[in-house]
């Protein structure tokens, strides 16, 4: 099974930066699309970022209003999310997630997309959590 570690997480001052790494102990990582969400209190969790298999797609929410990037090594079984010019609505727990389905994986290859909604996405870390002060 699959296990995903998150860290980089931490206590901020807005306008500051964080990236927040992602560990995956699978051993077909690159084949796997991944992406980031957040969760923050009161609040349902929202899609931040996706990469795509290849790493040649990304896609973004637009509450990261062009400050977010994500990225994966592949040789290191890992995806990151470079955080820049936080602000105090960032604050919320970030949770990596794998999406390991065949089926769903084969059909987004065909459209050249990566799945965007948590139901898409099969496993989950445990989550770092990011609090950005004013």
């Known amino acids: 099974q699959v296990q995903l570690v998150e860290s980089g997480g931490g206590l901020v001052q807005a306008g500051d930066s964080l990236r927040l790494s992602c560990a995956a102990s699978?051993?077909?990582?690159?084949?796997?699309?991944m992406a980031w969400f957040r969760q923050a209190p009161g609040k349902e969790r929202e899609f931040q970022a996706a990469i795509c298999w290849s790493g040649a797609r990304t896609y973004y929410a637009t509450s990261t209003q062009g400050r977010f990037t994500i990225s994966r090594d592949n040789a290191k079984n890992t995806v990151y999310l470079q955080m820049n010019r936080l602000k105090p609505e960032d604050t919320a727990a970030y949770y990596c997630a794998a999406d390991m389905s065949v089926s769903r994986r084969t059909y987004y290859q065909s459209t050249g997309a990566c799945p965007r909604i948590g139901a898409q996405y099969d496993t989950w870390g445990q989550g770092t959590q990011v609090a950005v002060s004013s």
């Open positions: 699978g051993r077909t990582f690159s084949s796997y699309a």
